[in-house]
Structure formats: structure tokens, C-alpha cells
């Protein structure tokens, strides 16, 4: 089976552009959720999708939004880049809807300048 | 929403040493407890979880305790290996949501 997708795996933009950022997951996982990653902070969550629907979403502005799709490939889309913005974006499946158990994408690193 | 705490921020250890890492949790409610595993460069990869009706589970040189009354976690790795080390991150579950501490780098010292 191939592992979570992520596309592209690096991406440069200037401040005030909007970037999407894209996750495939594992065959036949329907959960996909998605992490910041900065030094020091660890993994912030960002919002979780399941079958279409968002389920959960973490604090972030609301220059941040995601979509998932039927077949469960998921989108997040930052408008108006700012430069903490910059950050390694994760995305990860889960088998089922208790969404326990992640399996993560390599991440999107992006960079704002 | 669910806060979780994670110590030490950096720690390192001799090799064939033991190392443990700890974790407190704010929801009582939370029911899961997984750690992850993120090599330099890769991907975060889970190593071992626990649920909430467990105090104790071990997988090989590692193990994870639990203690539900005083809300914290912690991971305990023995005989510890240079591959050992990596940042590690420990989460906790709520309402399908996985909330993760900030991480702990692990460094082996040869």
C-alpha cells in the first residue's frame, strides 16, 4: 500500500500570496488530518476531516481552511501569507473514525519570505 | 480543549542507558495515548499507545505507563541504542481529536 502523499514537498511564496498545499491518503483510510510543525511548538493541530466532513478544528485564523473531496484527498488552502507562516505542514490518515492512530505524509515545507 | 505537557525538552543519555520522558494531560475525559517518533528529516511514526483501562504496556526496550488519577503519561526506553535517537512526541486523545506535546529531542551519547 502507498504511504500519505504530499504535494508539493517544498514551496516558496512572499507575503501576502495564498498557497495550497495537497494530501493523499492511504487506500481506504477516510480521516485525514493536518499538523503545523514549527521548532519548539511541536505539532499544532489544524483541522481533521472525515468522509467530507470537518470534524475538528484547531485555533488558527480563519486565513486557514480545508477541504476533503470523495475520495478522500484532502486540501488546505492559506490565504494572505504571512511569514510565521512558514512552517513544515503534515498532513495523516487514519483507518478509521476514532482517527487514534496516524500515519503521516512526508509534509509541504513552506517558506514565506 | 485538551492541553498536554510535555518534559524534557532536550535530553541525553549515555548509550545503554535508560531514558523516560513525561507527559500531563488536562482532560479527564481523554482515553488514548499515543508517542510518535520523528527521525531527523522523516516522518513522525508511531512507536507505542496506550488506553485509558491500561496502567502499563511495554513493546521490547520500550514501555509506557500510565496514571490516570494525576493525568500524566510517560515513555520509558532501556538499553537505549544510537538509533534511539530522534525527537519523540506525546499525544492525547479526545473527541477524535489527537493533541500533541511539544517534543522531546533524544540524544544517544556513544
Known amino acids: 500500500k502507498a504511504g500519505v502523499t504530499q504535494t508539493p514537498r517544498y514551496l516558496i511564496k512572499t507575503r501576502g500570496q495564498q498557497v495550497t498545499l495537497s494530501c493523499s491518503p492511504i487506500s481506504g483510510h477516510r480521516s485525514v488530518s493536518w499538523y503545523q510543525q514549527t521548532p519548539g511548538q511541536g505539532l499544532q493541530f489544524l483541522f481533521e476531516?472525515?468522509?467530507?466532513?470537518?470534524?475538528n478544528k484547531g485555533n488558527f485564523p480563519g486565513r486557514f481552511s480545508g477541504r476533503q473531496f470523495s475520495n478522500s484527498r484532502s486540501e488546505m488552502n492559506v490565504s494572505t501569507l504571512e511569514l510565521g507562516d512558514s512552517a513544515l505542514y503534515l498532513c495523516?490518515?487514519?483507518?478509521?473514525?476514532?482517527?487514534?492512530?496516524?500515519?503521516f505524509g512526508s509534509g509541504t515545507q513552506l517558506s514565506v519570505l | 480543549g485538551e492541553n498536554v505537557e510535555q518534559h524534557p525538552s532536550t535530553l541525553s543519555v549515555q548509550e545503554g542507558d535508560s531514558a523516560v520522558i513525561k507527559c500531563t494531560y488536562s482532560?479527564?475525559?481523554?482515553?488514548?495515548f499515543p508517542w510518535y517518533k520523528q527521525e531527523l528529516g522523516k516522518r513522525p511514526q508511531l512507536i507505542i499507545d496506550?488506553?485509558?483501562?491500561?496502567g502499563e504496556k511495554k513493546d521490547q526496550r520500550i514501555a509506557v505507563t500510565l496514571n490516570k488519577t494525576a493525568k500524566h503519561f510517560s515513555l520509558h526506553i532501556t538499553e537505549t541504542q544510537p538509533e534511539d535517537s530522534a525527537v519523540y512526541f506525546c499525544?492525547?486523545?479526545?473527541?477524535?481529536?489527537?493533541?500533541f506535546g511539544t517534543g522531546t529531542r533524544l540524544t544517544i551519547i556513544p
Open positions: 496506550i488506553r485509558s483501562n491500561v
Open positions: 482532560d479527564s475525559a481523554s482515553n488514548y
Open positions: 476531516y472525515f468522509s467530507e466532513t470537518q470534524r
Open positions: 495523516a490518515s487514519s483507518p478509521d473514525a476514532s482517527n487514534e492512530k496516524l500515519f
Open positions: 499525544a492525547a486523545s479526545l473527541n477524535e481529536k489527537l493533541t
